[in-house]
């Protein structure tokens, strides 16, 4: 039964890992081509969602990290039997 719930939390772990790499495919993908003058204010404002997505990234891989560690935490401690 344990293993089954590491395997689920592994599955959910691994999707999430998924979506943010599709994320930050989509952000490369939006940082790469040659601006013209005129497309300045576009640029500033897709600049400032590009970092505002990053950060969520960012802040989603903290909480997972620190999930982790709390789970892999908790499973070290000596149990009372």
């Known amino acids: ?5 590491g395997e689920a939390e ?3 772990v691994e999707k999430s890992v998924e979506e943010e790499e599709s994320e930050e495919t ?3 993908a939006a940082l790469v081509g040659t601006p013209r003058a005129s497309e300045a204010p576009n640029i500033a404002l897709s600049n400032q969602r590009l970092v505002s997505q990053a950060e969520n990234v960012f802040l989603k891989m903290m909480e997972q990290i ?3 560690i709390g ?8 149990r009372d039997i």
């Open 1 to 5: 039964p344990g293993s089954r719930l």
């Open 71 to 78: 789970d892999l935490t908790q499973a070290a401690a000596p």
């Open 26 to 28: 989509e952000v490369a």
């Open 10 to 12: 592994d599955e959910e």
């Open 66 to 68: 620190s999930q982790l």
